[in-house]
């Protein structure tokens, strides 16, 4: 669900975002779902990438390079390793911050059931990785670049502290959806911001869009884990408006029809168009899948947000 002009990335925490993403509110009482216990056998094989937090730091590194390469800013392997491990560093934390504060006797899920059950390789992950992000950004960033990275990171620690804070109960209104949606997009995009001569208003259309995509892809994770959260004790935007839902399919139809849209009117961009047009509609689609196991289900929200590398073979 998850920068580089060094820009450290603001993904969407885990459970925040990645998929990433939901929070949930105790409106509607719902029973727990019993979930068995899993050895590391047991996993299926399209969870890994979400058990490792892998899956948002890869989306990220791929939308980077789709808008780098439609909007013909160059981004050197630093930059890209710098975001992939900010994004990595945040979803690690965040996903143990969530498994601290969840209750004895609610259901997990099985990420975070994986998380605790590795909390020491957990933490000398955490640790290694800050070292070597923080190692890289101090080498391959001017001082612009650090100050921007800096802001960026203190915006995404402050969203993360407020949302451990609360409990993951947003009230009045739940905000985690929308803003892990629009801090995943700026971190992706703000490394290429620094590489580009000046803005155009193409450019603002897609980052716009591209929020759009990673929030939809929060609500969807969050319609899907309603039950989850309820359990739990959290609140998300569906848990306090679970007829929302109903309208996620239109909403992805709408983004596709403007992505498609933008295609036509900015053609120089249009592998970037139709990335978002098709992560949308594989999102949609997913949306509809009911009979999916919920975990897989969510690995999977995240996995359809890889269309960019679908264009890799034809960029030049």
Same mark, same amino acid.
């Given at each position: 669900?998850?920068?580089?002009?060094?820009?450290?990335?603001?993904?969407?925490?885990?459970?925040?975002?990645?998929?990433?993403?939901?929070?949930?509110?105790?409106?509607?009482?719902?029973?727990?779902?019993?979930?068995?216990?899993?050895?590391?056998?047991?996993?299926?094989?399209?969870?890994?990438?979400?058990?490792?937090?892998?899956?948002?730091?890869?989306?990220?590194?791929?939308?980077?390079?789709?808008?780098?390469?439609?909007?013909?800013?160059?981004?050197?392997?630093?930059?890209?390793?710098?975001?992939?491990?900010?994004?990595?560093?945040?979803?690690?934390?965040?996903?143990?911050?969530?498994?601290?504060?969840?209750?004895?006797?609610?259901?997990?899920?099985?990420?975070?059931?994986?998380?605790?059950?590795?909390?020491?390789?957990?933490?000398?992950?955490?640790?290694?990785?800050? /070292?070597?992000? $923080?190692? #890289?950004? *101090?080498?391959?960033?001017?001082?612009?670049?650090?100050? +921007?990275?800096?802001? !960026? %990171?203190?915006?995404?620690?402050?969203?993360?502290?407020?949302?451990?804070?609360?409990?993951?109960?947003?009230?009045?209104?739940?905000?985690?959806?929308?803003?892990?949606?629009?801090?995943?997009?700026?971190?992706?995009?703000?490394?290429?911001?620094?590489?580009?001569?000046?803005?155009?208003?193409?450019?603002?259309?897609?980052?716009?869009?591209?929020?759009?995509?990673?929030?939809?892809?929060?609500?969807?994770?969050?319609?899907?884990?309603?039950?989850?959260?309820?359990?739990?004790?959290?609140?998300?935007?569906?848990?306090?408006?679970?007829?929302?839902?109903?309208?996620?399919?239109?909403?992805?139809?709408? /983004?596709?029809? $403007?992505? #498609?849209? *933008?295609?036509?009117?900015?053609?120089?961009?249009?592998? +970037?168009?139709?990335? !978002? %047009?098709?992560?949308?509609?594989?999102?949609?689609?997913?949306?509809?899948?009911?009979?999916?196991?919920?975990?897989?289900?969510?690995?999977?929200?995240?996995?359809?947000?890889?269309?960019?590398?679908?264009?890799?073979?034809?960029?030049?």
């Amino acid at each position: 669900m998850r920068p580089i002009s060094p820009i450290r990335p603001i993904l969407i925490a885990d459970d925040t975002a990645s998929h990433t993403l939901r929070t949930v509110n105790d409106a509607a009482p719902i029973s727990p779902p019993v979930v068995p216990s899993v050895s590391p056998r047991g996993y299926a094989p399209i969870l890994w990438l979400n058990l490792l937090c892998l899956d948002a730091p890869l989306v990220a590194v791929a939308w980077q390079w789709i808008f780098a390469h439609s909007f013909g800013a160059h981004l050197n392997w630093p930059l890209r390793w710098l975001l992939f491990l900010t994004a990595w560093l945040i979803y690690l934390g965040d996903r143990f911050a969530d498994t601290l504060r969840l209750p004895l006797a609610a259901p997990r899920a099985e990420r975070h059931r994986f998380c605790q059950d590795h909390r020491r390789g957990w933490w000398v992950a955490i640790v290694v990785i800050f /070292l070597l992000d $923080a190692g #890289l950004a *101090l080498q391959a960033l001017d001082l612009q670049m650090l100050i +921007l990275g800096a802001t !960026l %990171a203190t915006i995404c620690a402050v969203y993360l502290f407020l949302n451990h804070l609360l409990g993951g109960k947003w009230r009045p209104v739940p905000m985690k959806e929308k803003a892990v949606g629009v801090l995943f997009a700026a971190g992706t995009t703000l490394g290429v911001v620094g590489q580009l001569p000046g803005l155009t208003i193409s450019f603002a259309f897609a980052v716009v869009l591209f929020a759009l995509l990673c929030t939809l892809n929060c609500l969807c994770i969050a319609s899907w884990e309603r039950e989850l959260d309820a359990a739990q004790g959290k609140s998300s935007f569906l848990t306090g408006w679970p007829a929302f839902a109903r309208t996620l399919k239109p909403l992805g139809l709408t /983004l596709t029809a $403007a992505a #498609l849209i *933008l295609a036509v009117v900015w053609r120089f961009a249009a592998p +970037l168009w139709i990335c !978002l %047009a098709a992560s949308t509609l594989l999102l949609i689609r997913l949306h509809s899948a009911t009979s999916l196991p919920r975990d897989n289900r969510t690995a999977l929200a995240d996995l359809v947000l890889l269309t960019p590398l679908l264009c890799l073979p034809f960029s030049r």
